[in-house]
């Protein structure tokens, strides 16, 4: 292999080269390579890989909140038709990774810390046979005689400051506050939500010698290699982990969960390969959650609405000695200007499944709460809200004094409402009146961190002319696959059809993974150097620099000179291992992507019901680098944010922690009859300290505010502000106006 081809970003890359190539395949709205494989059924997925002897394992769940396992009654399984094993390993995970250090999750299965933590895992011949055993495994309890709490509320919870998380304080709030010509002080509640991935989590194990093979469902493999080997006490040299498909993440699969540990001690018990699929029931109560919050917004504004102050305070949950905390506070930090601030989160530690990242951790919904509080000011004050967050942005970070790498904020606002109709909105709410349903409009920012991590590729041009990129990065849905090769197409002057990527094996070099926003713009980096140093060596036998060279459709152009790639490869493939890491630009920039979003719903008079009648969203992000797949992603993100405006939530027991609505008949994401017609406008900028491609992520953006802007669009329409989402009928009804009266 190549040496790797290494840049620290140290300094923002002003040569907008994609800008200077001459393919004209980047940014364009290609489709995915690997799309055919999967509407047709024949991309092959975790669970679908033919391997001869495997055999199928069942995890067992506990019944119990907290305790420790006194006896496990494996005889009678044993016995059972099929079975072969009863594992019960002290290298079994009871929690599972966040997947971003490397590092193994907390081990030692027999300890419960949350109700169905799983406790141990049935194998058997066939899967039938491995289910009805797991059902029948009879297990012993011993109660914790100090029981955690299940309720974040609880006085009894041991509330901490998150040691990644210290406050951001600026002068005197509460003065300010008593200054203030207008002000809001207001309480929001967010619930706990699920990733809700398409494909399960599962894994098929298998040791080849002693080397551990797996293909699983993971987004950040570099990172899960570690973590396994971690667990196994094995070095990572030893592990291979395959995922060239994953059927979603949405931050669930970011680390090692307990069916891949699992399945690895028992292919090794057994000598041959074992596979662990959850169940859909057992992916909601074991994997990883959003946390609930509770969150207080306070807002002081002059007698012409300038924000002097800025109070966004957050109380999350987690786990006890678990590092993560929701980071709710993550947008306001950069946003909006108020010189007196007070941002704090704060972490309740009780007996619940993990808490994790889940699509957009802290900025989905920090925002939504924060853009519905900057709303209630702006009927203060009396101004459109749009002008009200226009005349709020300010010149730098508040506090800490960083510039802003670039901002497309106020083009968002103007463009989408511009679009949208926003000038046909009614001011006063209860205006607006089409049979039984008050109709009403509303706005939202949105904003989410920007973020490069360290990533490596390896592109190869070949003697035909052709290129192939290989890297463990994955792609879950996002077009890493297309993405990728347009990157290299862009570059080396080929046709899309002409370059190949190969994705998702350990045995290729550590790409970013899929999480964060981040995998486009730091492993799409690390293509683009490979690429540069390719460049340098054909323009070496062209007899040119790089700059001067000129590459479309497979030739090589300088002057009155043309050859062909295959030509001035010299019979022998040409590779190189391009690699990033973040450096200096990361600190002396803010950096982030905004938008923002536009809403109209109908709230039915009578029964509080809200459907949304159409949506907007604006977004900017630097380059973009494939239309069609930005746009999906942008959409995906809005319906994310119908789902936490109006449906989505983790409900508890909290007699024993159980979690109730724990598959998708019972835990609601939007379905067809809850999205209506979304349109998407994106912005096309350069932000050369985001990365060397002027791109900056976007997956997550499309989430970040949208439900705000469904719940201020919900006010408008009806006159009732809930603070509490999602905003279902019992929370509307009661406050709704007289339905027998006219609208205005």
């Known amino acids: 292999m190549a040496k790797p081809s290494a840049v620290t970003y140290d300094r923002p890359d002003e040569r907008n080269l994609l800008d200077t190539t001459a393919q004209g395949v980047i940014g364009k709205p290609l489709d995915r390579p690997e799309g055919p494989l999967k509407v047709s059924g024949t991309a ?42 009863v594992l019960a390993d002290e290298a079994m995970v009871r929690r599972p990774a966040q997947g971003t250090a490397g590092e193994a999750p907390v081990q030692d299965v027999h300890t419960v810390d949350y109700f169905a933590q799983p406790v141990a895992l049935v194998v058997a011949r066939t899967f039938e046979q491995a289910r009805d055993a797991a059902l029948a495994l009879k297990v012993d309890y011993d109660a914790a005689r100090d029981p955690v709490p299940l309720d974040p509320e609880s006085p009894a919870a041991t509330v901490e400051q998150p040691s990644d998380s210290e406050p951001v304080e600026g002068g005197d709030l509460d003065q300010a506050m008593l200054d203030a010509a207008f002000s809001v002080d207001v309480e929001y509640h967010t619930p706990g939500h699920a990733s809700a991935a398409m494909e399960p989590h599962a894994t098929i194990a298998q040791w080849q010698d002693d080397r551990l093979i797996l293909h699983g469902s993971y987004q950040m493999l570099a990172y899960n290699v570690k973590e396994i080997a ?50 859909r029931q057992q992916v909601f109560q074991t994997v990883m959650r959003r946390s609930e919050t509770r969150q207080r917004v306070r807002l002081a504004a002059d007698a012409d609405g300038r924000l002097t102050g800025l109070g966004h305070e957050a109380h999350v949950s987690n786990l006890p000695d678990e590092d993560f905390a929701e ?55 009396g101004i459109d809200p749009i002008d009200l967050r226009k005349r709020n942005l300010p010149d730098k970070v508040p506090v800490e004094g960083t510039p802003y790498s670039s901002r497309m904020l106020v083009q968002a606002l103007d463009e989408g409402a511009a679009s949208f109709g926003w000038d046909q909105r009614k001011a006063t709410p209860c205006q607006v009146r089409e049979g039984d349903w008050w109709i009403g409009m509303g706005v939202a920012s949105a904003a989410r961190v920007n973020m490069m991590v360290k990533a490596q590729a390896r592109v190869t041009l070949k003697t035909d002319g052709t290129a192939l990129v290989e890297t463990d990065q994955t792609d ?103 690699a990033i890491e973040p450096g200096q630009t990361a600190e002396d920039f803010s950096q982030a992507s905004y938008g923002a979003f536009f809403a109209e719903v109908a709230v039915h008079a009578f029964t509080g019901e809200v459907r949304v009648r159409r949506m907007t969203g604006a977004f900017g992000f630097g380059r973009v680098l494939n239309a069609k797949t930005a746009r999906s992603q942008c959409l995906g993100g809005m319906v994310w944010g119908i789902g936490s405006a109006l449906t989505e939530e983790l409900a508890f027991d909290l007699r024993d922690g159980h979690l109730v609505n724990h598959d998708l008949a019972e835990y609601h994401v939007p ?16 932000d050369a300290a985001a990365s060397p491609l002027q791109a900056k992520g976007v997956g997550e953006l499309g989430i970040c505010g949208a439900a705000g802007a469904i719940a201020n669009a919900v006010y408008n329409a009806c006159g009732v502000r809930v603070r509490s989402f999602p905003l279902t009928l019992d929370k509307i009804i009661p406050h709704l106006p007289d339905p027998f009266a006219a609208a205005g």
């Open 44 to 85: 092959t997925y975790a669970a679908e890989w033919k391997i001869d002897g495997c055999v199928e394992g069942v995890l067992v769940l506990a019944d119990i909140p907290q305790g420790t396992v006194k006896a496990i009654h494996k005889d009678p399984v044993l016995a059972m038709p099929g079975v072969l094993a």
């Open 230 to 279: 971690d667990c196994l006490s094995i070095p990572p040299a030893k592990v291979r982990i395959i995922a060239p498909y994953v059927g979603g993440g949405f931050g669930s699969k970011l680390g090692i969960t307990h069916e891949a540990v699992a399945a690895a001690i028992a292919a090794r018990a057994l000598g041959r390969p074992v596979r662990v699929v959850m169940t």
């Open 327 to 381: 980071p709710v506070t993550q947008a306001t930090e950069f946003l909006y200007r108020g010189e007196n601030r007070l941002l704090k989160v704060e972490v309740a530690r009780i007996c619940r499944m993990t808490a994790g990242s889940v699509r957009a951790p802290g900025e989905a919904v920090g925002m939504q709460v924060l853009e519905a509080a900057m709303d209630e000011l702006a009927e203060q004050v």
């Open 476 to 578: 879950i849905g996002t077009g890493s696959y297309a993405i990728l090769g347009q990157i290299a197409g862009e570059m080396l002057g080929l046709p899309i059809d002409r370059v190949k990527v190969v994705l998702g094996d350990t045995d290729l070099p550590p790409g970013a993974g899929s999480g964060g926003s981040f995998g486009a713009i730091s492993t799409g980096s690390a293509v683009m150097r490979a690429c540069e140093a390719i460049r340098e060596k054909l323009a070496s036998a062209l007899g040119c620099d790089a700059e001067d060279m000129a590459i479309k459709d497979g030739i090589a152009r300088h002057g009155s000179v043309e050859r062909p790639l295959a030509e001035l490869v010299g019979g022998k493939d040409m590779a190189e291992v391009g």
């Open 671 to 686: 379905v067809h009859a809850d999205v209506p017609a979304l349109d998407v406008i994106l912005l096309e900028e350069r």
